[in-house]
């Protein structure tokens, strides 16, 4: 699987929109992104996921740019229960496992 | 609530000893995923099983085991325990093996502490 790098950390404002980048620059043409997120020591949450074409649904936006080298999670009205560490995994759609990294640790603020 | 189930949700316990940790997959999933998230180590993938026979195979230890029983819950057992096994255990689940979109649900975790 590709590797990915993410910012360690980052706050946002109560109700502002929580953009949370990823770059993963070796992804190959098979290998979806995918975002889970863990809050405080529960397991692993579902976020998202894309190949290329941006995608939405009831809890976040994925923004994957034109050569997939990157993308960006978005939160577009980030509460408190958002904080959390989000994870930004590329996984070939064959594979029977999660690499976690070290993730993003999102702190939102009152 | 994922629909994945983990008991117990501690376990403390010495050096030398042996445990078993175990998982109850969503109804209708057929993957189970057993990951190990360590302070210094961060979560790491140790073992797959799909339908009752092993799919795929991560950083787990020779001192590990792991099964899945007919009825797809899973256990994972963990031998010969020292200081540095004292982790969090999560279970994993999903509909198939892997092929394809594959969402993983993620249960609450056993805490291990060996003392």
């Known amino acids: 699987d590709a590797k990915t790098t993410q910012p360690p950390s980052m706050d946002c404002a109560e109700g502002r929109a929580a953009n949370l980048p990823c770059n993963h620059s070796?992804?190959?043409?098979?290998?979806?992104v995918y975002w889970y997120r863990q809050i405080h020591s529960q397991g692993p949450q579902y976020i998202i996921h894309?190949?290329?074409n941006n995608e939405t649904n009831e809890m976040a936006s994925l923004i994957i740019t034109e050569d997939r080298k990157s993308s960006t999670l978005i939160l577009p009205h980030a509460t408190l229960r958002d904080t959390a560490v989000y994870y930004c995994?590329?996984?070939?759609?064959?594979?029977?496992?999660?690499?976690f990294g070290t993730g993003t640790r999102l702190t939102v603020i009152p | 609530d994922s629909g994945v189930t983990q008991t117990p949700k501690h376990l403390i316990t010495a050096t030398g000893q042996r445990v078993t940790l175990r998982c109850s997959p969503r109804?209708?999933?057929?993957?189970v995923y057993w990951y190990q998230q360590s302070l210094d180590q961060g979560l790491q993938f140790l073992i797959q099983?799909?339908?009752?026979?092993?799919?795929a195979k991560g950083n787990i230890l020779e001192r590990f085991s792991a099964q899945q029983f007919p009825d797809l819950h899973s256990e994972l057992n963990l031998s010969s325990l020292e200081l540095g096994d004292s982790a969090l255990y999560f279970c994993?689940?999903?509909?198939?093996?892997?092929?394809?979109?594959?969402?993983?649900?993620f249960g609450p975790g056993t805490r291990l502490t060996v003392l």
């Open positions: 994993a689940s999903s509909v198939s093996g892997g092929t394809g979109y594959n969402e993983q649900f």
């Open positions: 070796t992804i190959s043409g098979n290998e979806y």
């Open positions: 894309g190949l290329k």
């Open positions: 995994i590329v996984r070939y759609s064959g594979a029977n496992n999660l690499f």
């Open positions: 109804s209708g999933d057929l993957s």
């Open positions: 099983y799909y339908n009752g026979e092993e799919r």
